[in-house]
């Protein structure tokens, strides 16, 4: 092979394994986590980036202890609610924590 | 040279927290493959449009197409409300500018004729075809007309079923504003599982709201195919405080399902029932998958899909998932916000799979608003989590048999918050 269209070749395969090492690694840090997951599910009512849809109140803007507090309060059902209580009851203490630690940091 | 290359390849991979370095040897090829890996949905309601949103938002490097024969989405929640003049089409109608502007999702608006299942080819009306690495089906519901005698798409001229929102919708609108006052309006509603359960006594309430105003001496036959329920209970103490004596409820579980119609004379035939005679009536038909589903191999005996519910894979065909109306993930109802949450599973089950992972235990929802009147709603609400393969009630039921106005209230403000929460995230709204 000429020495020219040796290099050409090898710039070529480096552009090609770069643009899919690149590509690759874009979609395996998009793979979502659980909590996005589930965080994403409250999006339906409580609107895109839990900025509030019509009367269902806002998530986003709380702080963390405010959020847990609501979705503890719900889920024991000492915090009335009209639909969020039978939400809340689905979810272990764990998952409250982290949803709450999701939509805290929408807010910063 | 290229070993070079090959082992730059792998530390940068294996820096990215992709793989082990000895796995990493095989992936040029198949990194590349599932870059650009080309998902193609069908169908651009509750399930599709949301499935199609976050497979952009979680792979924005994944090539999603998304087949939809209509400009605009006409959605049938809020569409009893179109029909007792509370809201216009305008507020149940919606575009696709946002999933192409906002998420880059493909739109093509063109009906699917067929699926090649082995050369993994989408035919399309227009005559080209799509390749697909994954497909999602979310084509919604057809309707079982062959099972009451005399009555057929063309009978829906006459008789809609407004079970689709858009025309029907604005002909049954047109039928009731015409009716005399003192006429019967029946409403026959299928067996299950059929689209949006709850749904039949809201149309029910809100026709009855519009009736109470301009048509007093009016009335309501629900002819009901499910028969008694939890959410049949709160719309009858419904009925009772706010249109006494204009709804009527008729059990037909029991072998009463309608088995006839005559569009000339208004009238259904069922067997517990007899022959009814209505001034304006609403055959609801007995359900199945969207036709598209059967015709590439998805339908089981039951002419539903059944499917996997970690991903909802068909388990009859290899790469195709379904979601929505069409598939059988009981004990999940079959509602708009069912599709919505089983889009975004699957959207999240396909990255991560494409990706080489695994999906974690995540909960699966639904809530149903129903309205009796403007002010007066009531829900539904269940959350499901998949133990030993399949999907089990976690907690959740209908809203509380003694409530106060306030709280009934309340929840007609949150069903309009619901409405436009779910459409701004199923269409990528800004
Ligand atoms: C009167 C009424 C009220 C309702 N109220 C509520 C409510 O308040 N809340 C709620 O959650 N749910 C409600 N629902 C239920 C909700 O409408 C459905 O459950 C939901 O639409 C299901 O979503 P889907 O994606 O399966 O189907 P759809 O939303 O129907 O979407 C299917 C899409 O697929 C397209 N399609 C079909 N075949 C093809 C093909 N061959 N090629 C290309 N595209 C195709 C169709 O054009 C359609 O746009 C209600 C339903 C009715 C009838």
Redesign the interface.
């Known amino acids: 092979m000429k020495r020219k269209a040796r290099l050409k070749l090898m710039m070529g395969i480096t552009a090609l394994l770069f643009s899919t090492t690149f590509m690759a690694a874009t979609s395996i840090a998009a793979a979502p986590s659980k909590i996005e997951i589930m965080a994403h599910a409250c999006l339906t009512c409580h609107g895109p980036n839990g900025v509030g849809s019509g009367k269902i109140p806002e998530l986003n803007g709380l702080e963390k202890s405010d959020i847990t507090e609501s979705l503890f309060g719900f889920k024991s059902g000492d915090e009335k609610s009209t639909i969020m209580g039978r939400h809340a009851k689905a979810l272990s203490d764990n998952e409250i924590e982290m949803l709450a630690d999701y939509f805290a940091s929408l807010s910063q | ?2 070993q070079i ?2 082992r ?2 792998i530390k ?2 294996g820096a ?3 793989v082990s370095a000895s796995s990493g040897i095989l ?2 090829g198949i ?2 493959a ?3 890996a080309r998902v193609v949905v069908v169908g651009g309601g509750f399930g599709g449009a949301t499935c199609a949103s ?1 497979l952009r938002q ?5 090539e999603v197409t998304l087949v939809e024969p209509h400009k605009e989405f006409i959605t049938c929640p809020f569409s009893n409300t179109v029909l007792a003049g509370m809201k216009s089409m305008d507020y149940i109608t919606h575009n696709y500018d946002g999933l192409r502007n906002n998420r880059g999702v493909k739109i093509v608006h063109d009906w699917v004729m067929d699926i090649d299942t082995i050369a993994k080819k989408v035919k399309l009306k227009g005559g080209s075809s799509l390749p697909y690495d994954r497909l999602v089906m979310s084509p919604g519901v057809s309707f079982n007309w062959n099972e009451i005698e005399g009555a057929s798409e063309a009978t829906s001229q006459i008789m809609p079923h407004a079970w689709k929102a858009g025309a029907q919708t604005i002909l049954l609108r047109k039928q009731l504003e015409a009716m005399k006052d003192g006429g019967t309006i029946i409403i026959a509603s299928p067996r299950k599982p059929f689209r949006a359960p709850p749904a039949p006594y809201e149309r029910a309430s809100l026709i009855a709201h519009y009736l109470k105003k301009s048509k007093p001496s009016s009335k309501i036959l629900v002819v009901d195919s499910s028969g008694e329920s939890e959410a049949l209970a709160l719309f009858r103490k419904g009925w009772k405080k706010l249109y006494k004596g204009m709804v009527e409820w008729v059990d037909g579980s029991q072998q009463g399902e309608i088995v006839s119609a005559d569009a000339k004379s208004l009238s259904l035939t069922g067997r517990s029932v007899g022959t009814i005679k209505g001034d304006v009536v609403n055959l609801i038909p007995p359900q199945r998958a969207g036709d598209i589903a059967k015709i590439a191999g998805l339908v089981d005996k039951s002419g539903w899909c059944p499917v996997n519910p970690l991903n909802f894979a068909s388990t009859l065909q290899k790469d195709i998932h379904v979601i929505g109306d069409a598939c059988i993930a009981e004990p999940m109802e079959k509602t708009g ?1 069912s599709a ?2 089983q889009g ?2 699957c959207a ?1 089950a396909i ?2 799979e ?2 080489g ?1 695994t999906m ?6 639904t ?1 149903i608003y129903s309205f009796l009147g403007p002010k007066y709603a009531v ?1 539904s ?3 499901f ?1 998949i133990k030993r393969g399949k999907l089990v009630q ?4 209908m ?1 509380l048999e003694k409530a106060s106005r306030k ?1 009934r209230l ?2 007609a ?2 069903a ?7 459409t ?2 199923m269409f990528a ?1 800004k």
């Open positions: 040279m290229s290359y090959r730059e390849f940068l991979l990215a927290g992709i992936l040029p990194a590349a599932k870059a650009n976050y979680y792979a924005p490097d994944l916000h919505s949450s975004k599973i999240a990255v991560t494409l990706n992972g974690p235990s995540v909960t699966y929802s809530s829900s609400a269940e959350v989590r976690i907690s959740g039921g809203s709280t309340k929840e403000k949150f309009t918050g619901w409405y436009k929460g779910i701004t995230d709204k």
